[in-house]
């Protein structure tokens, strides 16, 4: 079944957070859209015959190559994960396996579904952590032994226990126990590390995080009795509750449909593992990652703790600046393999007065919310909006041109003094226009040599 975002509308709710780049826009909403169009065939003969249209986005850094496929992936509820093509080298090379961003895939995706299969059984969790709250109070032991009825007066005993469980329900929910401490079966705080701290070590951590379930599967985690407050306790038994309730073989069958059939792997840098057609091994080796990266675009099944995963419908969107190398030194194999080709456009000064102005998370907006805290009211004129994006496009121009990432840096400087001192700021409005841009910022605009490492 269709859901309600078409093509035209996924634009338009991309709009409202990034400026400009139309042409990407529109690329992924028909990508997002035509994987539905293949969900809603049903039995159709031809729909494992469909295949995912990815995707190269050819850009600048700080255009909104990585927001397009971040926003379009959270709409969707879809599992998605970033990954940088420079982490993976040629099996045989120090380095991350690449099979290992599906694995990770798999793991938002199960993250995701438990999320929802938690939603679900919250409110009967929460019941039945009241219970076991009351039955630990009303033992005054632990938390499985029920009040003993005295011989010869069982009825007069549970209607007792009736009155004091009200009791102790009202108080629960009043939030006037949260203190009082009980006991309580906790698991054992873990001792020291079997495996050696492999973390240190690149490509290392697939294999530690096998070890680890390996080694919980073997030594199960043992219990002991603890003193801990009310509040404490609530939050253990819930999570046991959750777990009690939940089937992880039904989240893992759901994460493992959703990965194969939603997943968004977006791959950032991939010009850097793009061969420039120069000999020696830095060559062979970014030809053997576009190598290994063949297989999960082309579609095949990666192996994971939690089940196979097919990858023939995954969408991949590879992303990169291209300044040195171009899309055709990456393999033909590999360059077939993404069909679609954006192109995203450097931001003009206009752009940056929309960025500043427009989006819902306006960086202009975050720091009105941020020192509205403070008793801080900032004022933003048009031609304070003016007067920053001509700095932005100006240090672009003259220095390396990393977007829109230079009005962080920018404005984190513009509000530098109202971030230290608020307290000197908050008898009136602050208004940010030309002039109190340019007298917070000349100084830096002007050393050109200190405008490089400042902004």
């Known amino acids: 079944m269709l859901s309600e975002w078409k093509p035209a509308e996924i634009v338009r709710h991309l709009d409202q957070f990034i400026i400009g780049q139309g042409d990407a826009k529109k690329a992924v909403s ?63 090379y120090v380095g991350r396996d690449v099979e290992s961003m599906i694995r990770d895939l798999l793991m938002t995706a199960i993250k995701i579904v438990r999320a929802e299969y938690e939603e679900k059984s919250k409110a009967e969790a929460e019941k039945r952590t009241e219970e076991r709250l009351l039955d630990i109070l009303l033992s005054g032991k632990s938390e499985t032994t029920t009040t003993a009825a005295t011989e010869g007066s069982e009825q007069t005993a549970d209607e007792d226990e009736k009155i ?7 108080k629960l929910r009043a939030g006037q126990l949260e203190d009082r401490e009980i006991e309580l079966k906790m698991p054992q705080q873990a001792g020291p590390q079997v495996a050696v701290q492999m973390m240190a070590i690149p490509g290392m951590e697939d294999l530690e995080n096998q070890m680890q379930n390996m080694l919980g ?53 991939i010009d850097k ?94 720091y009105q919310a941020l020192l509205s805290t403070e008793n801080v009211n900032i004022a933003f004129e048009a031609s304070g909006y003016d007067a920053i994006a001509e700095i932005a496009y100006e240090m672009n121009s003259r220095n390396e041109n ?41 100084e830096i605009v002007k050393n050109q040599d200190l405008s490089k490492f400042i902004l």
């Open 164 to 170: 004091a469980r009200d009791i102790f329900r009202k």
């Open 402 to 442: 990393i977007g829109a990432r230079r009005l962080h840096t920018i404005l984190e400087k513009l509000f530098e003094r109202l971030s230290f001192e608020p307290e000197n700021f908050s008898k009136g409005d602050v208004v940010v226009d030309r002039a109190f841009v340019e007298k917070e910022l000349s």
């Open 273 to 366: 593992i793009a061969s420039r057609g120069g000999k020696g091994s830095p060559d062979v080796s970014r030809e053997g990652v576009q190598r290994d990266i063949l297989p999960l675009v082309e579609g095949s099944t990666v192996n994971t703790k939690h089940g196979a995963v097919k990858t023939d419908h995954i969408l991949f969107i590879a992303a990169g600046a291209f300044h040195i190398s171009s899309v055709t030194d990456l393999i033909p194999e590999l360059q077939g393999r993404f069909p679609i080709r954006v192109e995203l456009k450097p931001l003009l000064k206009e752009d940056y007065v929309s960025i500043l102005k427009t989006p819902k998370n306006a960086l202009s907006k975050q």
């Open 217 to 269: 599967d073997i030594f199960p985690k043992k219990k002991e009795r603890k003193k801990v407050t009310i509040a404490q306790a609530r939050k253990a038994l819930y999570q046991e509750e959750l777990d009690a309730l939940i089937d992880f073989e039904k989240i893992k069958e759901e994460a493992i449909h959703r990965t194969e059939n939603s997943g968004i792997v977006f791959i950032d840098e």
């Open 30 to 92: 028909i990508a997002l859209r035509n994987r539905e169009r293949r969900q809603a065939l049903g039995e159709h003969p031809l729909r494992e015959e469909i295949h995912p249209k990815n995707i190269i986005m050819i850009g600048p850094t700080g255009v909104g190559k990585t927001e397009i496929a971040r926003r379009l992936a959270k709409m969707a509820n879809a599992p998605f994960i970033k990954v940088e093509a420079t982490k993976y080298t040629e099996v045989g």
